[in-house]
């Protein structure tokens, strides 16, 4: 832990300028800039909302900012650990140069996407407001929960790194992974309303993204408390899926340049 | 006494069973995946003095550049130990790591911060460093528009400017072209003549090592076979490879 903590001093102002250059290399480098960061959640959302809004007539209230919650958290979760399985490869030109713990790699991947997902987050505010959404001081739960969704993300990244160096074909099996729990998460649905007891509320409890995601839906559109107790352990699987992985990657860090 | 800035005791790094593998090779063959062992750093021990220049030599394979990254906290020993004494260290070689997305520019700004410096500290070492690289506007394009020699010659230029207590130079003499290599030979020289700065530099450029260094070493299959005075350790070394 103390390790981990003068890493972070010593290579924090490091991890902020990469993750800045990568947002103003991704803006220069496009054509229509960062607008793409809205765009592409905002297409997603009026696609769910037709297909299952209106050809399957789906009645949740509020489901277009129901849905863009959900993409903007998944978008998140889903490019962290994408990007984590081959992230020490795709640095390979560095980590084969120079030290640096490697954990600071995902930290800066996770700084982009999550500037990215708190635009998307506006966007929901500004929605929120357009519809009228009635807001209670709950709402604040969406600290805590955001918090926990990055946390959460990191720990799931760091063993990914770890794998992902060992195991060359674990970006196929991670593809497929990821696409399986996309469908178990509720991004587009209601689990609750469209799953019988007990496997809505075993998905709800067990899957720690469609707790969090139904968290966050709670406590901005439906004035609501999240479930406490159970994001509560979701907290603390999440700083022990982050410590083991940390623990892992120094224990291992100066052999992955021997494999790569 | 002498100030010691590096200790290396009984070192050994061994390439092994640290193969990536695939899920379906693994599978079909059903069985543990193939872990054949190669040491290429085999007990190495030695002591570099503050402001000493070491050189290594050995033929392809010896475990040069695996010597200079273990040095560089790069590689693991497996056995053994390294210690730099609280010195800061940097590894100067062809094709330093660049984020190929980002222009010259950020990339100096993230390598310097890698190598321990504060981002004030790299701004003000910035134009010195743009300024001897001679890339002119290139310096703000992304640097996978860069040729290889203009790579080496940024990385290059980041290493000699921003100057750490022990520097490992791994066959960068003959970087870019012959105005560049003779402008960084020369500056290679300035550096290493500071008698503050530890100096390991590995080489095949036997002549380089003659006139640089105080001390060569001769690796063979990972294993130190003379180390000592320059002229004598490289007279054995050209009979041997003759």
């Known amino acids: ?260 | 006494m002498d100030e010691i800035a590096i200790t290396v005791k009984d070192l050994k790094i061994r390439y092994k069973s640290v193969q990536a593998y695939s899920i379906k090779k693994s599978l079909l063959r059903l069985k543990s995946v193939d872990t054949k062992a190669f040491e290429a750093v085999r007990g190495v021990s030695f002591e570099v003095k503050k402001g000493e220049i070491l050189g290594i030599t050995g033929k392809n394979g010896s475990g040069k550049s695996t010597l200079l990254r273990a040095l560089a906290n790069i590689f693991s020993p497996d056995e053994g130990t390294i210690d730099l004494h609280g010195h800061s260290i940097s590894l100067l070689a062809i094709g330093v790591g660049f984020k190929s997305d980002l222009t010259g520019r950020e990339n100096i700004m993230l390598s310097g911060m890698l190598l321990g410096f504060s981002e004030q500290e790299v701004r003000d070492r910035m134009p010195e460093i743009i300024e001897f690289a001679g890339l002119g506007d290139f310096i703000d394009m992304p640097v996978r528009t860069y040729s290889s020699g203009m790579h080496s010659k940024l990385a290059f230029s980041i290493t000699a400017i921003l100057e750490t207590d022990i520097m490992l130079i791994d066959e960068v003499l003959s970087v870019g072209d012959e105005k560049f290599k003779k402008k960084s030979y020369a500056k290679m020289k300035s550096l290493i003549n500071q008698r503050n700065r530890t100096v390991v530099i590995v080489s095949h450029n036997l002549g380089t090592l003659e006139e640089l260094c105080d001390t060569v070493m001769w690796l063979h299959d990972g294993k130190i076979v003379r180390m000592g005075e320059p002229k004598a350790v490289l007279k054995e070394y050209r009979e041997f490879m003759k």
Request: hydrophobic share 55%; with cysteine; charged share 15%.
């Open chain 1, 1 to 260: 832990m103390g390790r981990f903590i003068n890493d972070m001093k010593r290579y924090w102002r490091y991890t902020v300028y990469a993750a800045k250059s990568q947002l103003k290399t991704e803006v220069a480098n496009s054509y229509l800039n960062w607008a793409w960061w809205v765009i592409e959640p905002f297409c997603f959302m009026l696609i769910y909302a037709f297909i299952f809004g209106y050809m399957l007539q789906r009645t949740e209230l509020y489901y277009n900012i129901y849905i863009f919650i959900g993409l903007a958290i998944w978008d998140f979760f889903n490019r962290c650990v994408k990007s984590s399985v081959r992230m020490v490869k795709r640095n390979k030109s560095i980590v084969s140069k120079v030290y640096l713990p490697k954990y600071t790699l995902i930290i800066s991947d996770m700084m982009v996407n999550g500037f990215k997902m708190m635009i998307c987050l506006l966007i929901t505010f500004g929605m929120m407001v357009f519809y009228r959404v009635p807001v209670s001081p709950l709402i604040l739960w969406m600290v805590p929960l955001l918090i926990i969704v990055i946390i959460f993300t990191f720990g799931c990244c760091t063993i990914l790194l770890h794998l992902g160096v060992f195991v060359d074909d674990m970006a196929n099996v991670i593809n497929i992974v990821l696409r399986f729990i996309f469908y178990l998460t509720g991004i587009f649905y209601n689990i609750k309303a469209i799953l019988p007891e007990p496997a809505a509320s075993i998905l709800l409890k067990g899957n720690p993204l469609a707790c969090l995601i139904d968290g966050l839906r709670s406590c901005m559109l439906y004035t609501q408390s999240p479930d406490l107790p159970l994001i509560g352990i979701w907290l603390l699987v999440s700083l022990a899926l982050s410590a083991l992985g940390i623990r892992t990657i120094y224990r291992s860090e100066n052999t992955y340049v021997k494999v790569i």
